[in-house]
Protein backbone atom coordinates (compact mmCIF):
# COMPACT_ATOMS: atom_id res chain seq x y z
CA UNK A 1 0.00 0.00 0.00
CA UNK A 2 0.97 3.32 -0.93
CA UNK A 3 3.10 5.00 2.06
CA UNK A 4 2.88 8.80 3.55
CA UNK A 5 3.15 11.28 1.48
CA UNK A 6 4.83 14.78 2.16
CA UNK A 7 4.32 18.09 -0.20
CA UNK A 8 5.76 19.98 -0.92
CA UNK A 9 9.08 18.61 -0.99
CA UNK A 10 11.23 21.14 -0.74
CA UNK A 11 10.83 25.24 -0.27
CA UNK A 12 12.41 28.39 0.12
CA UNK A 13 10.80 31.18 1.95
CA UNK A 14 11.63 34.81 3.10
CA UNK A 15 11.46 35.64 6.84
CA UNK A 16 7.82 36.58 7.72
CA UNK A 17 5.79 34.68 4.84
CA UNK A 18 3.89 31.81 5.78
CA UNK A 19 3.66 28.64 4.82
CA UNK A 20 1.53 25.32 4.49
CA UNK A 21 2.72 21.64 4.11
CA UNK A 22 0.71 18.75 3.68
CA UNK A 23 0.53 15.28 4.35
CA UNK A 24 -1.23 12.23 3.34
CA UNK A 25 -1.13 9.01 5.66
CA UNK A 26 -1.14 5.63 4.87
CA UNK A 27 -4.96 4.60 4.42
CA UNK A 28 -6.38 3.34 7.33
CA UNK A 29 -4.24 5.16 9.63
CA UNK A 30 -6.18 8.11 11.95
CA UNK A 31 -3.19 9.43 13.96
CA UNK A 32 -0.72 12.26 12.21
CA UNK A 33 1.97 13.41 14.06
CA UNK A 34 4.40 16.40 12.79
CA UNK A 35 7.87 16.61 13.86
CA UNK A 36 10.82 19.17 13.46
CA UNK A 37 14.45 17.89 12.73
CA UNK A 38 17.05 20.10 12.58
CA UNK A 39 21.18 19.20 13.32
CA UNK A 40 21.14 21.24 16.34
CA UNK A 41 17.78 19.84 18.03
CA UNK A 42 17.15 16.74 16.64
CA UNK A 43 13.52 15.13 16.18
CA UNK A 44 11.02 17.49 17.78
CA UNK A 45 7.85 16.57 18.19
CA UNK A 46 4.82 19.36 16.92
CA UNK A 47 1.77 17.94 17.55
CA UNK A 48 -0.72 14.42 16.78
CA UNK A 49 -3.82 14.64 15.44
CA UNK A 50 -6.52 11.87 15.72
CA UNK A 51 -9.55 11.66 13.96
CA UNK A 52 -9.52 15.73 13.56
CA UNK A 53 -8.53 16.48 17.17
CA UNK A 54 -5.20 17.57 18.28
CA UNK A 55 -4.28 14.96 20.83
CA UNK A 56 -0.96 16.30 22.11
CA UNK A 57 0.96 19.44 21.16
CA UNK A 58 4.81 19.98 21.65
CA UNK A 59 6.43 22.67 23.15
CA UNK A 60 6.61 24.92 20.12
CA UNK A 61 5.04 28.78 19.39
CA UNK A 62 1.65 29.28 18.33
CA UNK A 63 2.84 30.42 15.29
CA UNK A 64 2.64 26.47 14.44
CA UNK A 65 -0.38 25.01 13.63
CA UNK A 66 -2.23 22.13 12.41
CA UNK A 67 -5.37 20.51 11.37
CA UNK A 68 -6.32 17.29 10.25
CA UNK A 69 -9.36 16.51 7.96
CA UNK A 70 -12.16 13.81 7.86
CA UNK A 71 -9.92 12.03 5.57
CA UNK A 72 -6.83 11.75 8.10
CA UNK A 73 -5.40 13.91 6.34
CA UNK A 74 -2.93 16.72 7.76
CA UNK A 75 -2.06 20.07 7.08
CA UNK A 76 0.59 22.12 9.39
CA UNK A 77 0.95 26.05 8.59
CA UNK A 78 3.70 27.88 10.33
CA UNK A 79 3.32 31.86 9.99
CA UNK A 80 5.53 34.60 10.55
CA UNK A 81 8.44 32.63 9.33
CA UNK A 82 11.61 33.21 11.24
CA UNK A 83 14.96 32.06 9.70
CA UNK A 84 15.31 29.04 12.73
CA UNK A 85 12.36 27.27 10.95
CA UNK A 86 14.50 26.26 8.03
CA UNK A 87 14.20 22.68 9.08
CA UNK A 88 13.21 19.41 7.53
CA UNK A 89 9.31 18.66 8.57
CA UNK A 90 8.26 15.47 8.93
CA UNK A 91 4.94 14.18 8.93
CA UNK A 92 4.43 10.46 10.73
CA UNK A 93 1.39 8.45 10.48
CA UNK A 94 0.30 5.47 13.05
CA UNK A 95 -2.46 2.96 12.83
CA UNK A 96 -3.51 4.14 16.76
CA UNK A 97 -0.47 6.74 17.08
CA UNK A 98 -0.04 7.92 20.82
CA UNK A 99 2.71 6.84 22.77
CA UNK A 100 3.00 3.07 21.79
CA UNK A 101 1.98 3.56 18.01
CA UNK A 102 4.49 2.58 15.58
CA UNK A 103 5.48 5.95 13.51
CA UNK A 104 5.52 5.83 9.41
CA UNK A 105 7.25 8.77 8.02
CA UNK A 106 7.45 10.69 5.15
CA UNK A 107 9.61 11.72 3.14
CA UNK A 108 9.61 15.12 4.31
CA UNK A 109 9.14 18.63 3.36
CA UNK A 110 12.53 20.64 3.71
CA UNK A 111 12.14 24.36 4.35
CA UNK A 112 14.34 27.11 4.16
CA UNK A 113 13.75 30.43 5.34
CA UNK A 114 16.09 33.38 3.82
CA UNK B 1 9.74 17.44 30.85
CA UNK B 2 10.81 13.97 29.80
CA UNK B 3 14.52 13.78 28.80
CA UNK B 4 15.99 10.63 26.72
CA UNK B 5 19.83 10.70 26.84
CA UNK B 6 21.57 9.08 23.89
CA UNK B 7 24.96 8.06 23.23
CA UNK B 8 27.62 8.08 21.46
CA UNK B 9 26.31 11.12 18.84
CA UNK B 10 29.02 9.22 16.53
CA UNK B 11 30.64 6.22 15.80
CA UNK B 12 33.56 4.91 13.41
CA UNK B 13 33.45 1.51 13.13
CA UNK B 14 35.58 -0.83 10.49
CA UNK B 15 33.25 -2.99 8.31
CA UNK B 16 32.51 -6.28 10.53
CA UNK B 17 33.29 -4.65 13.55
CA UNK B 18 30.04 -4.40 16.59
CA UNK B 19 28.65 -1.79 16.97
CA UNK B 20 26.35 -0.45 20.20
CA UNK B 21 24.53 2.67 20.98
CA UNK B 22 22.72 3.43 23.98
CA UNK B 23 19.32 5.52 25.55
CA UNK B 24 18.89 6.45 29.17
CA UNK B 25 15.36 8.49 30.49
CA UNK B 26 15.62 10.18 33.46
CA UNK B 27 11.96 8.52 34.43
CA UNK B 28 10.46 5.00 33.72
CA UNK B 29 9.24 4.27 30.08
CA UNK B 30 6.24 2.53 29.55
CA UNK B 31 8.05 1.17 26.09
CA UNK B 32 10.72 2.26 23.87
CA UNK B 33 10.91 2.09 20.10
CA UNK B 34 13.68 2.70 17.70
CA UNK B 35 14.13 4.33 13.92
CA UNK B 36 17.23 4.18 11.72
CA UNK B 37 17.23 7.13 9.07
CA UNK B 38 19.70 6.77 6.29
CA UNK B 39 21.62 9.51 4.97
CA UNK B 40 19.16 11.74 3.64
CA UNK B 41 16.43 9.69 3.76
CA UNK B 42 13.60 9.38 7.04
CA UNK B 43 13.43 7.17 9.83
CA UNK B 44 12.43 3.61 9.58
CA UNK B 45 10.68 2.06 12.77
CA UNK B 46 13.17 -1.45 13.63
CA UNK B 47 11.51 -2.25 17.12
CA UNK B 48 9.40 -1.59 20.36
CA UNK B 49 10.37 -2.77 23.32
CA UNK B 50 7.62 -3.29 26.10
CA UNK B 51 8.37 -5.33 29.29
CA UNK B 52 11.03 -4.86 31.70
CA UNK B 53 14.43 -6.87 30.77
CA UNK B 54 13.32 -7.64 27.25
CA UNK B 55 15.60 -8.67 24.42
CA UNK B 56 14.43 -8.97 20.93
CA UNK B 57 16.60 -9.90 17.50
CA UNK B 58 16.81 -8.90 14.63
CA UNK B 59 19.38 -10.81 12.30
CA UNK B 60 22.58 -9.04 13.30
CA UNK B 61 20.77 -6.46 15.45
CA UNK B 62 20.06 -7.01 19.26
CA UNK B 63 17.38 -4.44 21.09
CA UNK B 64 17.34 -4.46 25.01
CA UNK B 65 15.06 -3.18 27.61
CA UNK B 66 16.63 -2.22 31.07
CA UNK B 67 15.22 -4.27 33.88
CA UNK B 68 14.00 -0.77 35.30
CA UNK B 69 12.71 0.58 32.10
CA UNK B 70 14.94 3.75 32.02
CA UNK B 71 17.94 2.48 29.60
CA UNK B 72 17.68 0.75 26.08
CA UNK B 73 20.44 -0.32 23.68
CA UNK B 74 21.00 -1.46 20.42
CA UNK B 75 23.78 -3.90 19.37
CA UNK B 76 24.76 -4.38 16.07
CA UNK B 77 27.31 -7.29 15.21
CA UNK B 78 29.85 -7.39 12.27
CA UNK B 79 28.80 -4.39 11.22
CA UNK B 80 27.90 -3.98 7.14
CA UNK B 81 27.92 -0.88 4.94
CA UNK B 82 24.67 -1.18 4.57
CA UNK B 83 24.08 -0.39 8.37
CA UNK B 84 25.49 3.01 7.82
CA UNK B 85 22.58 5.77 9.34
CA UNK B 86 21.51 7.55 12.35
CA UNK B 87 19.54 5.50 15.23
CA UNK B 88 17.29 7.01 16.99
CA UNK B 89 15.89 5.68 20.18
CA UNK B 90 12.36 7.39 21.03
CA UNK B 91 10.47 7.49 24.52
CA UNK B 92 6.97 6.18 25.70
CA UNK B 93 5.24 7.27 28.45
CA UNK B 94 5.39 10.77 28.83
CA UNK B 95 2.97 13.35 27.24
CA UNK B 96 5.13 14.73 24.38
CA UNK B 97 7.15 11.84 22.56
CA UNK B 98 10.53 12.20 22.95
CA UNK B 99 13.40 11.19 20.65
CA UNK B 100 16.95 10.60 21.78
CA UNK B 101 19.80 12.80 19.35
CA UNK B 102 20.32 10.16 17.42
CA UNK B 103 24.30 7.76 17.05
CA UNK B 104 25.23 8.00 13.51
CA UNK B 105 26.70 4.84 12.57
CA UNK B 106 29.87 5.50 9.68
CA UNK B 107 30.92 2.25 8.80
CA UNK B 108 34.79 2.31 7.27
CA UNK B 109 34.97 -0.35 4.16
Known amino acids: KAGVTQTPRYLIKTRGQQVTLSCSPI?????VSWYQQTPGQGLQFLFE???????NKGNFPGRFSGRQFSNSRSEMNVSTLELGDSALYLC?????????????FGEGSRLTVL | GQQVMQIPQYQHVQEGEDFTTYCNSS?????IQWYKQRPGGHPVFLIQ?????EVKKQKRLTFQFGEAKKNSSLHITATQTTDVGTYFC?????????FGRGTSLIVHP
Open chain 2, 27 to 31: TTLSN
Open chain 1, 27 to 31: SGHRS
Open chain 2, 49 to 53: LVKSG
Open chain 1, 49 to 55: YFSETQR
Open chain 2, 90 to 98: KSGGSYIPT
Open chain 1, 92 to 104: ASSLVGGEAGELF
